[in-house]
């Protein structure tokens, strides 16, 4: 899959890459990740995907209504079944198809920015690709949204409602309950490369698949004279 338009590729392969010391690949980390991350945490794309949930919710609630139409054995009924049904496709089919297209661009775009926070860690460029509220933005709301979920399914379960009421409560309740948890873990994501970047270097694996060197020790057959070495890199 290729990467989103104007949007950095991933790391080189450790053949291909162009830098010629640690300071070169730090500022070309910054950038690429800052490009990255910007994306990752666009305002515009928490807002479509909370959109395309209530769209969707929508179109649940119709098709619910549609089918329910649909069996009470009317003419009129039946008419207006299939009408709601054709607004629930018409809600339901773009709005899941946008959230599947969205996903995969986070998927490749999320790999992407764990792949070139592997490279290296400075928490002194933190600042050069650090989205200042951008994570909390999507955790918040995302956090409300789960909770709303799981609260309309417990009721839908617990509460003594109708077997009409049921499926369009239970249905909406786990729309936003998925919608919340795909926001949630988009920001935790986020919130672990910064907590990686900030955390001292005890020489210890970070769980990102680095092992860390000692930074005033140049590595075995590292190319770098700054204490640079090859081990930071991660494998493609």
């Known amino acids: 899959m290729t990467p989103p338009i104007e949007l950095p590729s991933p790391p080189p392969g450790p053949d291909e890459r162009p830098w010629k010391d640690r ?76 959230v599947a297209s969205g996903i995969r661009r986070d998927v490749f775009v999320g790999a992407c920015l764990r792949d070139w926070a592997e490279l290296e860690r400075d928490p002194q460029t933190l600042p050069h690709w650090r989205v200042s509220g951008g994570a909390l933005l999507w955790l918040g709301p995302s956090i409300v949204l789960t909770c709303l979920g799981l609260a309309l399914g417990g009721f839908a379960v617990f509460a003594d ?45 970070d769980g990102f698949g680095r092992d860390a060197c000692a930074p005033d020790a140049p590595g075995p057959g590292s190319p770098y004279d700054d204490g640079f070495c090859d081990e930071v890199f991660c494998s493609d």
Do not use: C, N
Request: charged letters at 15%; hydrophobic letters at 55%.
């Open 161 to 205: 409602i109708g077997t009409e009421s049921f499926g369009t409560v239970a249905g909406i309740g786990i729309v936003f309950a998925v919608a919340g948890a795909l926001g949630m873990a988009k920001a935790i994501d986020y919130y672990r490369l910064v907590s990686r970047e900030l955390r001292p270097d005890t020489g210890v694996p």
């Open 23 to 98: 300071a070169g690949l730090l500022e070309e980390r910054a950038r690429a990740m800052g490009a990255l991350a910007r994306w990752y945490l666009a305002p515009h794309r928490a807002l479509l995907l909370w959109l395309s949930t209530l769209v969707f919710a929508l179109g649940w609630s119709l098709a619910v209504s549609g089918f329910q139409f649909l069996v009470k054995g009317e003419i009129i009924e039946h008419v207006l079944g299939v009408i709601f049904l054709g607004l629930a496709l018409g809600a339901t089919v773009p709005s899941s198809l946008g």
